[in-house]
């Protein structure tokens, strides 16, 4: 059946909106702004809510259970709103992108069939042509790793996309991952790990920063496995490459995230010490800490291998603050086993970081391997870790009170005369209007640290003259 087109029915109406639906992690917001860039040259315009669009784009996340399931409840909404368009006259196209279309492919046709089509992560530069079929009537399912380079095919970001994003912006450096952790489902829905070239990557930071870019972090899934040929025929790594992009004028902050502990190579941790545009802040998962876990869930490195590095990182940068990921109830993990995570947890000390109950994922070795520990005990576990790191995290933020730091103005505030930045560490830090202007970077004193955000002395004067 041919799908009525929304845009024809109306002459004048010569641009179709889009909504895109972000699930997971950083790369799938870059991934879901590409796909929203590709989209624009078909003359497709964003829009924030599903009400008003032509075609609605999830963008999934399939790392662990409860993410993959959201979408289907998701499909099931889209459905019904479906139902009362063409109840109207028009139509509504739905479209799932992302690591659960990869993984599951034509399995979502057939479970939700108001689904149009289907595109995996590394073809989405083919979107405009998957829509125009879809609109044809086909219903397509374009999982194949493509062979292709996507962002030779993708266009460029157009200044208008990247200015209405604001100062700060991602840049994925590199895809795919070899690690092959057990728990994981990435090497399978990202497939192998792939580095943009030096150049690639440059021009691309270039154009951001001409249209106004302040902070660019570099994203991949194994970011600190980047390598790449430079133009004297030398291979870089992520260290190098963070040096040539620290000499972009305009440019005044870089992060990048994440980061395997195997692949921190010396260069990377001299950049830490020799670039101050480098935020002191890094995010370093360890998992676990007990080495029986780690061994199964096939990390490759050791308690103590994560306790030396972290130190070699910390004497590079004495103010660096790192975050990580911990998986707790991993097959055959015991009583003891997670008493060793709690002790990494308070030995390295984190400004924050994200837990997780372990979820067996389909076709992961870990799903198949004996010893799945009870729900109650994963829930009890992660509780006190989670306690344990909600106190780490508060008494990093408590330090900060009475510190000069140094924040860039991201956006206007939720009360009149704010603006709202980021430290060098992430969190947001609420100031006053009359300390800069968006773009800027400045330097404030903090009067007061709440659980997620920072207050500075002049917003928080503000506050009390009101
Ligand atoms: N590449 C990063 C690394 O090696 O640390 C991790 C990227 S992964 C997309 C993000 C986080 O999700 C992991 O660090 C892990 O803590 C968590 N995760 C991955 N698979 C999981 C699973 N099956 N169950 C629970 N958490 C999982
Ligand atoms: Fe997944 Fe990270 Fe392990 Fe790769 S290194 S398999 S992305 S957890």
Redo the contacts with the bound molecule.
């Keep these: 059946m041919k799908k009525a087109d929304p845009a024809s029915d109306n002459p004048a109406a010569n641009t179709r909106k889009v909504f895109v639906k972000t699930y997971g992690?950083q790369m799938n917001v870059y991934d879901s702004q590409r796909m929203a860039d590709a989209l624009a040259r078909d003359g497709f315009v964003e829009t924030s809510t599903p009400d008003d669009a032509d075609m609605v784009l999830l963008n999934t996340c399939h790392?662990?259970e409860k993410a993959a399931e959201k979408v289907y409840s998701e499909i099931g909404r889209l459905r019904q709103l479906r139902a009362r368009r063409q109840k109207a006259g028009a139509d509504l196209m739905i479209g799932v992108a992302g690591c659960v279309a990869q993984a599951e492919g034509r399995e979502i046709v057939a479970r939700a069939p108001a689904v149009d089509f289907v595109i995996g992560p590394t073809t989405y530069h083919r979107l405009p042509d998957v829509v125009a079929r879809a609109r044809g009537g086909e219903k397509v399912v374009e999982t194949e790793f493509a062979v292709e380079d996507k962002f030779e095919h993708l266009p460029e970001q157009q200044k208008r996309q990247v200015r209405s994003r604001g100062v700060t912006a991602f840049l994925t450096v590199q895809e795919g991952?070899d690690?092959f952790?057990t728990?994981?489902?990435?090497p399978y829905t990202r497939g192998a790990e792939v580095s943009r070239p030096v150049a690639q990557i440059v021009e691309e930071a270039r154009r951001l920063v001409d249209a106004g870019v302040r902070e660019i972090t570099l994203l991949g899934?194994?970011v600190n496995a980047w390598h790449g040929e430079a133009q004297d025929g030398r291979q870089w790594g992520l260290g190098e490459l963070l040096h040539e992009l620290a000499r972009i004028d305009g440019l005044a902050r870089l992060r990048y995230t994440?980061s395997?502990p195997r692949d921190m190579d010396d260069a990377l941790i001299a950049a830490h010490r020799d670039l101050d545009m480098l935020m002191p802040y890094l995010h370093l998962?360890v998992?676990a800490g007990s080495d029986r876990v780690l061994k199964a869930m096939n990390r490759k490195h050791t308690g103590d291998d994560y306790r030396r590095l972290v130190d070699r990182i910390r004497k590079a940068r004495l103010d660096i603050a790192l975050s990580g990921?911990?998986?707790v109830g991993f097959p055959g993990e015991t009583d003891a086993d997670f008493e060793d995570t709690m002790r990494i947890v308070r030995d390295v000390s984190y400004a924050q970081a994200?837990s997780?109950?372990?979820?067996?994922?389909p076709g992961?070795p870990?799903a198949t391997m004996d010893g799945h520990v009870e729900e109650t005990v994963k829930s009890e576990r992660l509780q006190r870790l989670q306690a344990l790191l909600g106190e780490q995290q508060a008494a990093f933020m408590k330090s900060l009170e009475g510190q000069e730091i140094a924040v860039l103005l991201e956006k206007p505030g939720r009360d009149a005369g704010q603006l709202v930045g980021r430290s060098p560490w992430l969190q947001p830090v609420i100031c006053d209007e009359t300390v800069g202007k968006i773009g800027d970077s400045v330097t404030v004193r903090i009067e007061r640290a709440s659980a997620n955000s920072l207050i500075s002395s002049e917003a928080a004067n503000r506050r009390r003259a009101a």
């Design positions: 992690c790392i662990r991952c690690k952790c728990f994981c489902v990435v899934q194994n994440t395997h998962p998992q990921d911990f998986i994200f997780f109950k372990y979820s067996p994922r992961t870990g």
